[in-house]
């Protein structure tokens, strides 16, 4: 497919990676020759310097050619009328991100619609939805859901209190078990792990497992000790911070500390919801944390616009005992940093919004869903196992997959979800997830279809 960016920052260049790992035509528009020399020294791709709305981009581009035109700039109004200009000369389908919260409206973006942008991403609405999600489970750094939570999969950090550690695996786990062990994150280093592999202290492991095990794995990595999130203190009163806030459930009490007095204003007019009370004070400022509660706050979410205050933030709170910290962070060095740092969840806007365009591609493959894992640096992919796809003719452990990826777990066509062992046989219909690390998609496609 060919697929053109319009504007080479964060989420462009970002998308320009994830699409290149599947071979697709790609051709990144900005003005900027700098940043088009940037990207281009790493990746396959083409590129074109000008403006990305102009007739003449537009041309030079064949974007009449294109099945995927995606404007991501940092100006609204310019990706708004690139994507309607560019559906007039013929792309196929057009992807729009926006700074607005009304934008995502279900009646306006029927608006939109009609005049040829068929999605529009709101990086900020995306990042609140996981910030929410992700203070549901306190002990959990990450949850990913496959088909309505059939099939689970959950990062979890290794402390002391895990029994499981310094012990082959082969000694540990057993086919009958109801949860699988994907992948390891150990440092900067992602592990595909194998029987006589170990887990080691602060080691994120990565398990699939069906919700009703959830539990158990609780009980496995030593996680019975972490109390649910009741009290929650967020630092930083931007729209990442109202969109999370809105979507946090009732029953949280929510203390939100903004330094800027007037923005406190606007916040009291803004959030309505009773449990959450606006704080004119300086999030980092340890004797205010202290005199609000800092102690007796279960998670904090820091959510300013700059990563390294995010982070600081994070690591006081963790020095006064809460065990949930989640940090936004913009900076993809900042966020491998953040990780190694045990700052918790890290958030990273640009990489949910580019995750989200990447699953529009999808209709076009036999794949169904797609998840980027920033902080395990590693795809999870659902492929829909065709007729006489190689899984359905030989048992897994006989299919020799390429080095970097492992089958967690599939889901038959009426919904049930099952763990996957080396005997398993799949079935036509059956949807397979994949965990694919440092290998191309397309390498791995070829054994469902």
């Not at 409206?105 to 029927?110: G, P, S």
């Amino acid at each position: 497919m060919k697929i053109i960016i319009a504007g080479a920052y964060g989420i462009g260049t970002h998308l320009a990676m994830l699409f290149t790992r599947m071979n697709h035509e790609i051709v990144l528009v900005d003005e900027s020759e700098e940043r088009l020399a940037y990207i281009s020294n790493d990746y396959d791709l083409l590129t074109y310097c000008g403006f990305p709305s102009s007739f003449a981009t537009m041309r030079e581009t064949e974007v009449k050619n294109a099945g995927l035109y995606i404007a991501v700039t940092l100006n609204e109004d310019v990706n708004l009328n690139a994507c309607c200009l560019a559906k007039t000369l013929g792309a196929a389908c057009c992807v729009a991100k926006v700074n607005n919260y009304e934008f995502i409206d279900v009646e306006h973006q029927r608006v939109y619609k009609s005049l040829g942008i068929d999605t529009i991403i709101y990086p900020e609405y995306l990042a609140g939805k996981q910030i929410a999600t992700g203070l549901k489970m306190s002990w959990v750094r990450q949850r990913v859901d496959f088909e309505d939570s059939n099939l689970v999969m959950l990062g979890i950090k290794l402390r002391e209190e895990a029994t499981i550690l310094d012990t082959p695996l082969k000694e540990l786990f057993s086919k009958t078990d109801p949860y699988h062990l994907v992948a390891i994150r150990r440092n900067n280093e992602t592990i595909i792990p194998g029987g006589n592999d170990c887990l080691k202290l602060y080691d994120t492991a990565w398990f699939m497992t069906m919700k009703e095990y959830i539990p158990s794995i609780r009980r496995l990595v030593g996680k019975d000790g972490y109390v649910d999130v009741k009290n929650v203190i967020v630092m930083g009163g931007g729209d990442t911070a109202i969109r999370a806030i809105e979507q946090m459930p009732s029953h949280l009490s929510v203390r939100v500390f903004e330094k800027d007095e007037k923005r406190c204003e606007e916040l009291r007019d803004i959030i309505t919801k009773e449990n959450v009370m606006i704080i004119h004070a300086d999030g980092r400022d340890t004797s205010t944390l202290l005199e609000e509660g800092i102690r007796n706050t279960q998670a904090f979410v820091a959510a300013t616009g700059n990563a390294e205050t995010n982070i600081l933030a994070c690591l006081t709170a963790k020095k006064y005992g809460v065990r949930k910290t989640v940090a936004i962070v913009e900076n993809m060095d900042y966020a491998t940093m953040a990780v190694n740092l045990d700052i918790g969840t890290i958030v990273n806007k640009k990489a949910l919004a580019a995750t989200q365009i990447y699953q529009i591609m999808l209709n076009n493959s036999n794949m169904s869903n797609l998840s980027y894992l920033m902080t395990a640096n590693a795809d999870i992919v659902e492929f829909v196992v065709t007729n006489g796809a190689k899984v359905t003719r030989k048992p897994v452990k006989d299919l020799d997959l390429p080095k970097g990826c492992t089958i967690g777990g599939l889901i038959h066509a009426d919904g049930e979800g099952k763990l996957v062992s080396g005997d398993t046989v799949f079935l036509p219909g059956d949807k397979a997830i994949v965990f694919c690390y440092n290998v191309k998609i397309d390498k791995v496609e070829k054994f469902f279809c």
